[in-house]
């Protein structure tokens, strides 16, 4: 069954901003910490963000002060607040639960002019 559904994703100019929103079962989000992975075409998966069920948060250095990770738990739901995107940017975006080999299906980003 499906189990984490990425959305929000599409088409932004290169400064534009974009939130990003993965709706969990609530089992999922009440037990596990929460990341959001992306890959580029030709590259491999890297890890973006993540967020522990406390709401510690940590992010890898390319999207520091840029990007922002949250969850709500009222709604079982991550989110990714894109800002200031640049083109390096694009990819897909997919989120998944730390710690287990559940993930969405993602959802592309792509900055360009």
């Known amino acids: 069954q499906v189990q984490l559904v990425e959305s929000g994703g599409g088409l932004v100019q290169p400064g534009g901003s974009l939130r990003l929103s993965c709706a969990a079962s609530r089992i999922i989000f009440s037990v596990y910490a929460m990341a959001w992975h992306r890959q580029a075409p030709g590259k491999q998966r890297e890890l973006v963000a993540t967020i522990t069920s406390g709401g510690n948060t940590n992010y890898v250095d390319a999207v520091k002060g840029r990007f922002t990770i949250s969850r709500d738990s009222a709604k079982n739901t991550v989110y990714l607040q894109m800002n200031k995107l640049k083109p390096e940017d694009t990819a897909v975006y997919y989120c998944?639960?730390?710690?287990?080999?559940?993930w969405g299906q993602g959802t592309l980003v792509t900055v360009s002019s």
């Open positions: 998944h639960a730390w710690g287990t080999e559940i």
